[in-house]
């Protein structure tokens, strides 16, 4: 039996321990101070991830980039320093993904230096062209760190850093995470001190192995039911549905005035519903009278950072919540509310079920044209605001979250939304392969309509919504 062997069947073994001494224990096995190229597996997530990069490894539709402008004396060694410490700390940093007979395995390496790259602004691109350049170079897995780092200088005293991480190995969680440990890492390299982090009390590899021994019979049993049989969502399009999804993408923002807003989540305090639930609600409305049907996918992503030892962990920790729309004998908005809130409260039961087994399970065939099962998805937005992971400081930096305008889109279309002083403000990001700019436009003003009119009536029947989209 291997080390990684007798790790792995350990990790098993103390499945059943209390959590603070599964998590002391967990330390012990998984921590950063490890000699490094270990293999351990990935989790059920991260293979799905895997097999789409290896299938077209130019993909860039997974880069996940993020750029803050920074103001005063940077100290670009000790940045380097802070990213070295960063990924010293966090194994799944410094993973490569490698094929192993039949099964990928994630090789965690052995600490190294993390360069921070200078980027090239000169040209007409200029900065804006330079990061996003960066930002959409694919990742080798393979052979190279899922994380690369890049300073763009913006003029005297003012620069950009842009941090790009590839999805296999963080969620939106992680970046909050490691912008706040860079912080302090950077800082206590300028003062000559040590970092102050608490021990982390495991790594992302012992989730994955935890996660390969789990058994979800009961939770895929109830998906296989709900789902059985579940079509496509054919939306309307544009443009001749290629053969091979690309994943190109453009973006519409949106925003919902509290005047707006809060008719609607009245009406869902009277039904028993949360606002996600009536957003959600609207958002199926809207679909399917842009669509004509009323039986469809949406996919909303959900956290499975179940227990209080994941929470300081980088890595992909997430997964897609499938809610089946039914929107059948054209109902009331106020029943397709109830019809929501059922739907939600049984899949949030077993929202922990990997959308993999889920896949498995159902036998969806891979469509390399379209996503998998869900072709629309929902997100609003409720641990943090948009663009404030960091406030207004960096160490002792200003800090401004400096926005790159995707490229890429990983669903037909998508709806991510913020609270916010000014209401809710979102994006609709959508396939650029599929739709026009003015569709999505179209899109995003049916949304808007149909939360205003569900507000001020939710006697309102669908059929009745249809106006919405008639301007």
């Keep these: 039996m291997t080390t990684a062997d007798r790790r792995a069947a350990l990790i098993e073994k103390l499945a059943g321990l209390p959590p603070e001494r599964r998590a002391a224990l967990l ?68 993973t490569r993904f490698r094929l192993r007979g039949d099964a990928p395995v994630q090789v965690v390496l052995p600490p190294a230096p993390t360069p921070v790259e200078d980027l090239a602004t000169s040209g007409a ?85 935890e996660e390969r021994r789990r058994d979800h019979t009961a939770g895929v049993e109830h998906w296989a039911g709900r789902l059985a049989g579940a079509p496509s969502l054919d939306l309307p399009v544009d443009h001749p549905r290629p053969s091979r999804w690309s994943g190109r993408g453009g973006r519409e923002e949106l ?32 679909l399917a009278l842009a669509s004509g049907q009323t039986d469809f996918c949406v996919g909303v992503p959900v956290s499975r950072r179940t227990r209080s030892e994941l929470a300081p962990l980088i890595g992909y920790f997430g997964n897609t919540l499938v809610l089946r729309a039914d929107l059948s004998g054209d109902p009331a908005f106020h029943e397709l509310l109830d019809r929501v809130r059922e739907a939600a409260l049984a899949g949030m039961r077993h929202a922990d079920v990997p959308f993999e087994h889920i896949l498995a399970a159902l036998r969806v065939p891979r469509d390399v ?61 959508y396939s650029a392969d599929l739709f026009t700019p003015a569709t999505a436009r179209r899109l995003v003003r049916g949304f808007a309509e149909v939360v205003r009119r569900a507000g001020a009536d939710p006697d309102t029947r669908l059929s009745a919504l249809s106006g919405a989209f008639s301007n």
């Design 27 to 94: 330390r012990s096995l998984g921590g950063a101070a490890d000699p490094g190229g270990q293999e351990w597996p990935l989790s059920p997530g991260q293979e799905r991830l895997w097999f789409l990069s290896r299938f077209d490894p130019a993909d860039t539709s997974y880069n996940l980039p993020w750029s803050v402008r920074l103001r005063g004396p940077l100290d670009p060694a000790a940045l380097a320093a802070a990213f070295t410490r960063v990924t010293e700390r966090h194994e799944v940093l410094r």
């Design 255 to 286: 925003l919902l005035p509290p005047e707006e807003v809060t008719p609607l989540e009245r009406v869902a305090r009277k039904r028993r519903c949360t606002s996600f639930m009536a957003l959600v609600a609207a958002y199926q409305a809207t």
């Design 369 to 429: 044209g379209r996503p998998p099962l869900c072709q629309a998805m929902f997100n609003l937005h409720t641990d943090l605001p948009k663009d404030d992971l960091l406030g207004t400081r960096f160490a002792d930096l200003d800090a401004e979250v400096h926005t790159i305008p995707p490229s890429h889109t990983k669903s037909e279309v998508s709806i991510d939304l913020w609270r916010g002083p000014e209401g809710l403000g979102g994006v609709f990001d």
């Design 125 to 209: 691109a200029g900065v804006d062209g330079a990061l996003r350049e960066f930002a959409e170079r694919p990742f080798d897995l393979e052979n190279e760190p899922p994380l690369r780092a890049g300073l763009a200088r913006r003029g005297e005293g003012e620069v950009v850093l842009c941090i790009v991480l590839h999805h296999i190995v963080v969620d939106g969680w992680s970046l909050d995470v490691l912008m706040r440990e860079l912080a302090e890492c950077y800082a206590a390299t300028r003062e000559g001190r040590e970092p102050v982090l608490a021990e982390l009390p495991m790594q992302y590899s012992a989730f994955a192995v």
